[in-house]
């Protein structure tokens, strides 16, 4: 496992991270999603990503008992806040952080997070109030370090000209190589700004693992069928889409890869990535993508990628 350090903080992130959004606490059972932590650990990965709204506050209360034992410095614990927690709870007014990071500590039985994320945007409290409140966060060591996941650009610019306030450290965007928007400006204005990304859905909703067949109906139980991903995949599933992914399969093996380690490599090829999260229900899946850490990749053999599965998103476009 290679590693990475998070933007301008000092913390060295593993390439590829553990996150627990559809599955641990929720859709995995806990005998089966310790074993997938603790596979990640035997693999290095030292990063765990979670959030309150996770199961509301399941998978959160899941880490926070299969987190004891092992020392609070031998690995990165991030959360984040936004999303509503009940009728009433919900955004990143200096209440709701206040609350949230004492509720997360509490379900997470640790004293601080190595990073605190604002889950999406708030359009309703001001951006100045939600900086303050995130600086006493991290001025009180209830967290290192802040971070954010699908903000716009122009809210980033925002927040990066502020002063007398906590600096992000890291994005956490959609992206993958069937979803390559954060290209156009959130990466380069982190990259200036010393934000790292931590990727989610790398492997474009599990649609990169290439286990989707397009003359076929998503076999039951997988994500594609489940009722929070509903209306959400319908772009990716596209037959056209799914056999332009399958023609990736002759390029991952010429790679010397398995179709995800090849779709984890291409996120790892860009220097302002830190990890890539990924999702796992098996140990074997824990295993498998983890060795996407570190591998060196033709870079024409990426172009070839991207140029397949480029023709079909246009043609899904359409």
Known sequence: MKYRKLGTSDLEVSEISLGSWLTYGVGVE?????????ESFE?????IDTANVYGRGAAETFLGEALQGRTRDSYVLATKVYF???????????????KQIEDSLRRLRTHYVDLYQCHRYDWDTPLEETMEALTRVV??????????????AERIQAAVDMTGVAKFVSSQPQYSLLWREPEDEVIPLCAANGISQIV????????LSGKYDPDRPPPEGSRATSDEMSGFMDRLLRPDVLRAVQKLKPIATEA??????FALAWIL????????IIGASRPEQVRENAAASGVIIDTALFARAEQILNEALAGAAA
């Open 269 to 276: 090829r860009e220097p302002n990535v830190a990890s890539a």
């Open 200 to 207: 989610w859905s790398p492997l474009g909703q599990g649609v």
């Open 30 to 38: 806990a005998d089966k999603a310790r074993a997938c932590l603790e």
């Open 256 to 261: 010397g890869l398995t179709l995800p380690q």
């Open 84 to 98: 509503p927690m009940s009728d009433t709870d919900r955004g990143l007014s200096r209440a709701q952080i206040e």
């Open 43 to 47: 693999q290095g990965i030292n990063f």
């Open 139 to 152: 001025d009180s060591g209830k967290a290192r370090y802040i971070g954010f996941s699908e903000w716009p």
